[in-house]
């Protein structure tokens, strides 16, 4: 089922054979932008809580920063381990502040 593309990023024209696997491109599309809007949306989040020099401050974001990576890796959208170095660094590093 390949998928043409004629130098425009947002117009993608699937050939397939079946009525179901249109439904399935279009429904990958969808995920995979959500998924890019939710890991980009963490790494901000990893971001701030890295940039941040006072220690009340960085404990107060740490708890939504480390739910929102559980979130992801609950979801596949990284991995488990990923998930477990991340908020182990960040533990680290909100400590050492």
């Known amino acids: 089922m390949p998928l043409t593309n004629n130098g425009n990023k947002n117009e993608i024209k699937a050939m397939a054979n079946h009525k179901s696997a249109l439904k399935r491109i279009r429904r990958n599309e969808a995920v995979r932008l959500r998924n890019r809007y939710q890991h980009k949306t963490m790494r901000n989040a990893l971001k701030t809580l890295r940039g941040e020099t ?11 920063v480390i739910s929102m990576i559980d979130r992801l890796a609950k979801r596949n959208i990284i991995h488990t381990n990923k998930a ?14």
């Open 84 to 97: 477990s170095n991340l908020k182990s660094k960040l533990s680290k590093h909100v400590a050492s502040l």
């Open 54 to 64: 006072k220690k009340k401050d960085a404990e107060k974001l740490l708890p939504s």
